[in-house]
């Protein structure tokens, strides 16, 4: 088969100096066709189409593979014990997914029920104010971080704050037909009046923007503060309901450019946490 | 009565047999490629593409050409036409020197493919901008192996066009 063909070598001698009859003109047309077929893809993804045509067109000769694999199964464990024994061990797995199916689902009620008590006692506090509740469908960190929470109520005004089973959590931003958008408290648009519950000294508590943080606004530098100090609200201003605890002061740093004690305030509230959001006026 | 031109198929079954190797060849290198897990191919197409474009220039369009490399760029997951621009100059080259070509030793027809194996899996890693260490590994083993299979496509292709051609 390969042998021989070299005899030739001869008659080629003669022809090695020629080219074949191709001629570039030949060629023009079809790479002129090919970019235009390039552009047309690149442009409207048109490779991508034929994929997914193809891709179900063939589908049948794809699954020859598994479909061989399962006949090649059937027949080996059909007329032996195994056959029993893989559908057993089927059934159980079957029922393993069920019951694991079934403890997720109660994990979920567990925990729900675990934050509908932290809130019902929670809402003991709000004596003879009217509570609502609502239901947190939505998260969103960008552009600003907010929660959507689906109400069923018309009764929700702006002035009235947000709590879930941590305590104290946000104020609303936007109130729309059926549901309300709550910004966090850390958000750095609000200040909350608040006070530290060891020397009762009032300070206002700004957002930083990053979860669980807070700075202190303009704490002079021989003001009485330790690290550690529990921070909660004052009540002053009539915005935020008095005593429920924001924070702890985490940090304390002194600059020599400035007057005033840089503070930072941290908790450990989780902003989007559960599923339910309680209302009421401060 | 007897002679090798009765025998000989028609232009029609001819051409669809170049095609239907094209195509095989296309189908095992996307295989291969599955199997093989790495950036580049083993390019039998390309091999298959230049023996027939040597062997029979006047029986080879870029029809043929054109339909493997629109599969290859279908199954591999590239932009339309990027195996039929290099498949058609391929061609191209094949048929304008082919007399030269078959005048070479296997092994000098071996390192010639090589060359245009070596340019063929370039021309990918440039395309696809995939410059690391290992690709230059890829890139040689790939290209010797290729012209270590010259010679077998070579022999199959050959065998094949002949008992297509005289039925011996």
Redesign the interface.
């Known amino acids: 088969m390969f042998g021989g063909e070299h005899k030739q070598t001869d008659i080629a001698q003669s022809a090695i100096f020629t080219t074949g009859s191709m001629r570039a003109s030949r060629l023009y047309p079809a790479i002129l066709f090919t970019l235009l077929i390039m552009y047309g893809d690149y442009s409207f993804e048109l490779s991508t189409k034929i994929r997914i045509v193809s891709s179900y067109i063939f589908s049948p000769f794809t699954q020859i593979e598994y479909l061989a694999k399962d006949t090649v199964n059937s027949f080996s464990s059909y007329f032996s014990s195994q056959k029993k024994l893989s559908e057993e061990i089927n059934m159980l797995r079957n029922l393993v997914r069920d019951l694991e199916n079934q403890n997720l689902v109660l994990k979920n009620t567990k925990t729900s029920l675990n934050e509908l008590e932290q809130l019902f006692d929670l809402s003991k506090s709000f004596q003879e104010k009217e509570i609502f509740f609502g239901k947190i469908i939505d998260f969103k960190k960008f552009p600003k971080e907010f929660i959507s929470v689906e109400i069923r109520t018309n009764n929700i005004t702006k002035d009235m704050i947000a709590f879930n089973a941590f305590g104290l959590i946000g104020v609303i931003d936007e109130l729309l037909s059926n549901s309300i958008k709550i910004i966090p408290l850390h958000d750095a648009s609000l200040k909350v009046p608040a006070k530290n519950s060891r020397t009762l000294e009032n300070v206002i508590l700004v957002g930083t923007g990053e979860p669980r943080r807070f700075q202190i606004e303009e704490f002079k530098k021989n003001g009485d503060i330790q690290k550690g100090d529990e921070i909660v609200s004052s009540g002053l201003g009539g915005r935020f309901p008095e005593g429920f605890s924001l924070g702890r002061v985490s940090e304390i740093e002194e600059n020599d450019q400035s007057n005033f004690l840089s503070i930072t305030v941290e908790n450990t509230f989780d902003f989007s946490f559960g599923s339910k959001v309680l209302f009421t006026k401060p | 009565m007897n002679s090798l031109d009765d025998k000989k198929p028609s232009i029609f079954t001819f051409y669809f047999f170049v095609g239907l190797t094209l195509i095989i060849a296309s189908i095992v290198e996307i295989l291969l490629n599955d199997f093989l897990l790495s950036r580049l191919t083993l390019p039998l197409t390309l091999m298959t593409l230049i023996y027939w474009n040597v062997a029979t220039?006047?029986n080879i369009g870029?029809f043929w050409?054109?339909l493997s490399?629109?599969i290859l760029?279908?199954?591999l997951?590239?932009?339309?036409?990027?195996h039929?621009?290099i498949f058609?100059?391929a061609s191209?080259f094949s048929?304008?020197?082919?007399?030269?070509f078959?005048?070479l030793?296997?092994l000098q027809q071996s390192l010639i493919v090589a060359i245009i194996v070596l340019i063929y899996q370039i021309y990918f890693i440039l395309i696809s901008n995939y410059f690391i260490l290992s690709i230059i590994f890829e890139l040689f083993i790939l290209t010797i192996i290729s012209s270590l299979f010259w010679?077998i496509i070579?022999?199959i292709l050959?065998?094949l066009r002949i008992k297509l051609t005289y039925g011996q």
């Open positions: 220039p006047r870029f050409t054109m490399g629109f760029d279908v199954f997951g590239y932009l339309l036409g990027t039929v621009v058609l100059l191209y048929q304008r020197y082919f007399h030269r078959r005048a030793f296997r010679p070579y022999g050959r065998y």
